[in-house]
């Protein structure tokens, strides 16, 4: 965490800016593991990603003020550890630590115990921090099963797809952005390649979305872990734009989040909740779900669009354009599964966009394959067959099943700038080969994605 980046910070209790307190390790000028503080309570940087999870008063399980414990006692790998995956490990030691608070009799006993679960952990972690380890194989190490094979193709979630056409509306405001409920920072490598933020700010509730967010997708943004429930400790009217995409139905008091971005955000600003899921229509994961007029009426001191998100994508796979002065009819918009919001102060948004060319040739650093084929070489050509990740994720992404060819062929032209996965496309070259690229890239035969990824 940049140390500047503390003056964007305020404790929505004491509306105090958070002061530095502690500093363990920094490298220029970000903080790596660090304390920060106001008159309310003091909450640890681990890793460069700042824990805000106040304990209430009847949460005597809460594990920061050990974190803060192990922190300055010089065990920062500890912190680190605790803090990813493992809830029954961690649940025994915060009993231990709290024995060991209450007993001093009882500490030489436990101690061995309690040596062990930090040895597990930080075993764990020494794992997930090797720089070898992909994602793909992260993912599998974490075991998490078919969400695991939805973050690997994330990329080809037509959910995902939704905000490509809204990258042209973030870009041009331009500032500073909160991608909130970011989970493991896919929609944030996208806002950071193709809008190119002066400043990105990741937040989530869970530290290991956060700790690989960081790892392999935004490396350079900030990173708050916190709870959207909840009020968050961000300074008033500092945001250009917030995005939550694919994910505010998780939440069960969504109003409060509604409100924190209104006051979070700079006039002219611009929320995009994106993908939200309709109780008026069945979905697969439904969770906290609200009627269209639900949505839109968290958002009081803002003009909202309503747009069916079908339409929302289709326009944007088939046409490239988005079309936000368009009024859908009510039918329309509760016959959706699931809609998106346009919410902001600034009437010229509401305006119709053409040629969104993103994600884009000119844009794009890491082209591969998308894993989501199989490849099969057949002389100079490449022979791709979709690969179905799972029975579920083809129910879940209609969209994305009707829009990805199910067998392709690589002309000979392409082929030979693919090495194994990779494409490494030179600069010089003619003018057939870069619409051939355009296309494969618009097809999402080619992605783009992080280093390291697969």
Not at 197 to 212: A, G, H, Q, R, W
Request: aromatic share 12%; net charge neutral.
């Amino acid at each position: 965490m940049k140390l500047d980046f503390l003056n964007s910070l305020q404790c929505p209790d004491c509306k105090q800016t958070f002061k530095l307190g502690e500093v363990y390790t920094k490298d220029g000028n970000d903080l790596v593991n660090a304390l920060i503080e106001c008159d309310c309570f003091t909450y640890p940087i681990l890793d460069g990603i700042l824990i805000y999870k106040k304990p209430a008063k009847e949460d005597y399980l809460s594990r920061t003020p050990y974190l803060n414990e192990r922190l300055r006692i010089g065990k920062s790998e500890d912190s680190i550890a605790l803090s990813i995956e493992g809830q029954k490990l961690d649940k025994m030691l915060m009993w231990a630590y709290l024995i060991l608070n209450e007993s001093g009799a009882f500490k030489r006993s436990i101690q061995p115990i309690l040596s062990l679960i930090r040895h597990i952990k930080r075993k764990r972690y020494r794992k997930y921090a090797d720089e070898k380890l992909s994602f793909f194989d992260l993912v599998d190490l974490m075991g998490w099963g078919t969400w695991g094979d939805y973050l690997k193709h994330r990329f080809s979630c037509q959910t995902f797809w939704s905000l490509y056409p809204l990258i042209p509306i973030i870009k041009e405001k331009n500032d500073m952005v909160l991608d909130m409920l970011c989970g493991t920072g896919h929609a944030s490598y996208a806002i950071e390649r193709y809008s190119k933020p002066k400043k990105l700010v990741c937040s989530d509730y869970e530290y290991t979305l956060l700790f690989i967010a960081k790892k392999y997708f935004v490396k350079d943004a900030e990173f708050i872990c916190a709870d959207g429930n909840s009020p968050l400790p961000f300074k008033s009217g500092i945001f250009s734009s917030i995005l939550i995409l694919d994910s505010y139905f998780c939440l069960s008091n969504r109003g409060i989040l509604a409100r924190e971005s209104e006051r979070c955000l700079r006039q002219g600003g611009i929320v995009l909740p994106l993908h939200l899921h309709n109780s008026m229509v069945e979905n697969i994961s439904q969770g906290f779900a609200l009627k269209p007029s639900g949505w839109s009426g968290l958002f009081q001191k803002m003009k909202t669009k309503i747009i069916p998100e079908d339409n929302l994508i289709e326009e944007y796979l088939l046409k490239r354009e988005l079309d936000l002065s368009k009024e859908y009819t009510q039918e329309e918009i509760n016959g959706s599964p699931a809609i998106s919001i346009v919410g902001t102060n600034d009437e010229k948004v509401f305006d119709f966009y053409s040629n969104i060319d993103v994600p884009s040739r000119k844009d794009v650093r890491n082209l591969v394959i998308n894993p989501i084929y199989e490849i099969n070489r057949r002389g100079n050509q490449i022979h791709l067959d979709l690969q179905v990740p799972t029975e579920m994720y083809e129910k879940e992404y209609p969209l994305t099943m009707k829009y990805l060819n199910k067998n392709f062929v690589i002309s000979s032209e392409i082929s030979r700038y693919i090495r194994g996965n990779r494409a490494d496309i030179p600069v010089n070259i003619s003018a057939k080969d870069r619409t051939q690229i355009d296309d494969l890239i618009k097809k999402f035969v080619l992605i783009d994605i992080p280093e390291n990824y697969l």
